[in-house]
């Protein structure tokens, strides 16, 4: 009996451990199969989005790459093709889509140089530096590593460590015509005559190369334009441009530039070459319209317009071109009757902002306050913000194009151009106060920039706003790199503003004449000159003032010159 239960126990022992084994071999079966499942669809929808990526169908390779990312938010397959779009369109998210895939492959030097290339696109030179400074030893003799290094030479003006970078790329693979391309337009615009003769001769013969005959001979084009070469060759060059299979639309302009500007006898025909077949795709429709706008020959495009079915002027963005001719022609109850029942899509902020103009042209403020209103309010990113501030900018329109900026400044992939872009205005007009409130944020966003800190302190000083703070911070600058001139003078007027005229100028006595060649540097100077009782600073003075000066620094000339005169009549 006992035997009998013991048999019996160690049946049902042996039974719930293979029940118990077959759950988790069930259990593993089905985590791997889903786990097989998911390699398998990020595989096939990476294929997906790669020809999608190649037909130009950036929407549905968008779609695909978002799919990969809601089943596996770590994939780094999938944010390589969300940073590729994204650098496609100019968009700053592409960085952070390359960190994501540097961060879910750390090993892949793939990654980490498409990093860097990506940094230098978007001007994050310090995120290029870290990055390039992380990669591998082994890893660095190879021709992609040295392309990253000569793009971030080439981003810091570098040229001559670019120059050896792109060769050492072009030993490593001397079948990679792009390398001998980027190698020649770098020598192209050296200041060295043979580097110019060695680059123009190289970039000729590529030129008999398919896959880089296009870029060479824009880049020939480009460079000839710049030295004002003979136009009629220049010519010849964009004539073979537009023939080429692979031509662009904006290798037909080059081409159409030069006929209209020569006056060639084959304008005319070639312009109605280009009509014909513009109808075919809205972007080109819209592009030819816009050439004519550009080019005065606005009566041409609405004539052209007329002779189109309605239907193919309705399509984005042909709208905004039609409505530049209107601008164009100041044709202002068209413009109004041509947006006020449109419907833009989600470009509707333009449509508002151009109703806005027509109408405000026509002093019905009122309406156009409403407009405007709406234009801002529907501006909600900042793609949305971009392409609103391109016209009003163009308008004249200052109040308008600083508020959109600052605006623009909040969104973090476009903050560091827009405050660029609010420094340059402010400086061109003049305005201190508001250089001061850019500066403290670009201050903000990068503390270790020696320009910006050094500017903060000087227009800080010049306002006498937190002067403790800017007079250490000026000296910090300064000892940092004691030989930059900008930052001298910075130092050198902290030193002025405590009263040590004479420590002001013996730091600035160290500058050559080359360096006092600069206006800027040059008032400066004669204003320490001036404090110290010298007349010399009358001829430095008098070269500063053609310096574009702030109205703070204005007063400093007039207060030096006056110190001088007064001292001229008390002897």
Same mark, same amino acid.
């Given at each position: ?18 029940i118990?084994?077959?759950i ?5 079966a ?11 669809q990020e ?17 549905d390779?968008?779609?695909a ?15 390589r ?24 492959d750390?090993? %892949?030097?793939?990654?980490a140089?498409?990093?860097v ?13 870290r ?54 337009t ?5 200041n ?58 904006n ?26 077949a ?30 189109? !079915? ?6 984005w963005?042909? !709208? ?19 947006t +006020?029942k ?33 234009a801002v ?17 163009e308008?004249?329109w ?9 605006a623009?400044s ?17 400086a ?8 001061y ?5 670009l201050?903000e ?10 500017n903060l302190?000087?227009?800080?000083? *010049? ?21 930059? !001139?900008?930052?001298?003078? +910075? ?25 006092l060649?600069?206006?800027t ?19 430095? *003075? ?10 703070e ?9 006056a110190?001088?005169?007064?001292? %001229?009549?008390?002897?």
């Amino acid at each position: 009996m006992e035997k009998s239960v013991e048999r019996t126990q160690r049946t049902v022992i042996r039974l719930s451990f293979g029940i118990l084994l077959g759950i988790i071999l069930l259990v593993a079966a089905i985590w791997g199969g889903h786990d097989l499942y998911l390699r398998w669809q990020e595989k096939r929808l990476v294929r997906r989005a790669t020809s999608d990526i190649e037909r130009g169908n950036e929407r549905d390779a968008s779609l695909a790459a978002r799919s990969i990312l809601n089943m596996k938010p770590n994939s780094a397959s999938a944010a390589r093709i969300m940073a590729q779009l994204a650098e496609r369109v100019g968009e700053r998210a592409a960085l952070d889509w390359r960190r994501k895939a540097v961060q879910s492959d750390p090993n %892949s030097v793939d990654d980490a140089l498409a990093l860097v290339r990506c940094a230098v696109q978007f001007n994050d030179l310090a995120t290029a530096e870290r990055t390039l400074a992380g990669v591998s030893e082994n890893a660095r003799n190879s021709a992609p590593y040295h392309e990253a290094a000569a793009r971030f030479a080439q981003a810091k003006h570098e040229d001559a460590k670019a120059e050896a970078e792109w060769s050492e790329a072009v030993r490593l693979r001397p079948d990679d015509t792009s390398f001998h391309l980027q190698l020649a337009t770098l020598r192209l615009h050296s200041n060295d005559p043979q580097g110019r003769a060695q680059g123009e001769a190289a970039l000729n013969a590529l030129r008999v190369d398919p896959a880089q005959r296009s870029a060479a001979t824009r880049t020939l084009i480009g460079a000839g334009l710049e030295r004002h070469d003979d136009l009629q060759r220049l010519m010849e060059l964009a004539r073979e441009l537009q023939s080429y299979p692979e031509a662009t639309w904006n290798d037909r302009f080059v081409y159409l530039d030069f006929l209209h500007d020569l006056k060639d006898p084959k304008f005319t025909d070639y312009l109605t070459e280009l009509e014909k077949a513009a109808p075919s795709k809205p972007s080109s429709l819209a592009a030819l319209l816009s050439w004519m706008t550009k080019n005065n020959l606005n009566l041409l495009a609405l004539d052209y317009a007329k002779s189109l !079915p309605p239907e193919s002027l309705q399509n984005w963005p042909v !709208p905004l071109a039609m409505a530049d001719a209107y601008v164009r022609l100041r044709d202002w109850p068209k413009l109004e009757a041509s947006t +006020t029942k449109a419907n833009w899509g989600r470009f509707e902020s333009l449509r508002h902002a151009y109703l806005a103009r027509a109408l405000r042209e026509q002093q019905k403020a009122v309406g156009a306050e409403h407009e405007w209103g709406a234009a801002v309010k529907d501006a909600t990113n900042s793609e949305s913000l971009v392409l609103l501030i391109q016209p009003v900018s163009e308008w004249g329109w200052e109040k308008e194009t600083t508020d959109l900026l600052w605006a623009l400044s909040k969104h973090p992939e476009k903050q560091n151009d827009a405050l660029v872009a609010l420094y340059q205005h402010y400086a061109k007009s003049g305005d201190t106060q508001g250089l001061y409130r850019v500066l403290l944020r670009l201050s903000e966003l990068d503390p270790t920039n020696l320009n910006v800190q050094n500017n903060l302190a000087q227009v800080s000083l *010049l306002l006498n706003a937190n002067p403790e703070v800017a007079r250490r911070a000026a000296a910090d600058v300064y000892h940092k790199a004691p030989t930059n !001139p900008a930052y001298m003078t +910075t130092y050198a007027y902290s030193l002025l503003t405590q009263g040590n005229a004479k420590e002001a100028l013996r730091i600035m006595s160290s500058l050559n004449e080359s360096q006092l060649n600069d206006a800027t540097i040059s008032a400066y100077y004669g204003i320490f000159l001036a404090a110290n009782g010298d007349e010399k600073a009358r001829a430095y *003075l008098d070269f500063g003032k053609k310096a574009n000066l702030l109205p703070e620094e204005k007063g400093l000339i007039d207060k030096a010159y006056a110190s001088l005169n007064s001292r %001229s009549r008390a002897h």
